[in-house]
């Protein structure tokens, strides 16, 4: 009888595993803590994907029915939890951008003012 056969067996499965568990850290998803703040390059990427849709790049674009965010008069606070918690037709950010890029954002799009 092959003794020698099983083990290599073994050892492959164990080198598998091992291999796959390597692989296994979780994909980091926005919601996690980041250790530093988002950059200038990050903000503005992100109000590409996730705002200039309906704002524009200057903020002015009022498609989907959005209002001009260069006439805006919102505090930083209401900026805030409007980018969080949507309005209307504007999707909320809760759960898919984290608190520092959305704070990120409220401050970017005020630059918009006039
Ligand atoms: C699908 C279109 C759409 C997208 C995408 C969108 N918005 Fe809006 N936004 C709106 C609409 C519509 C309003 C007006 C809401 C209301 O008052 O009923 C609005 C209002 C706002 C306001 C309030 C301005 C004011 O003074 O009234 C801010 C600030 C704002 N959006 C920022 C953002 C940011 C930042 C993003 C990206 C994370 C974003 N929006 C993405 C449609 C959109």
Known sequence: MDLTRPRIFVMMV???LI???ACN???STPTETRLKAPSAGEIQRAYTMKCSLCHGNDGKLMAS???DL???TMTAEERVAII???KG???PQKGILDGAMITGLAEY???FRD
């Open 89 to 91: 037709t504007m999707p």
């Open 109 to 111: 799009i005020e630059s």
């Open 25 to 27: 850290t979780s994909p």
């Open 70 to 72: 260069s006439i805006s």
């Open 14 to 16: 164990s080198v598998a």
């Open 19 to 21: 291999a796959i568990s």
């Open 65 to 67: 029915k959005a209002t």
């Open 84 to 86: 969080t918690y949507g």
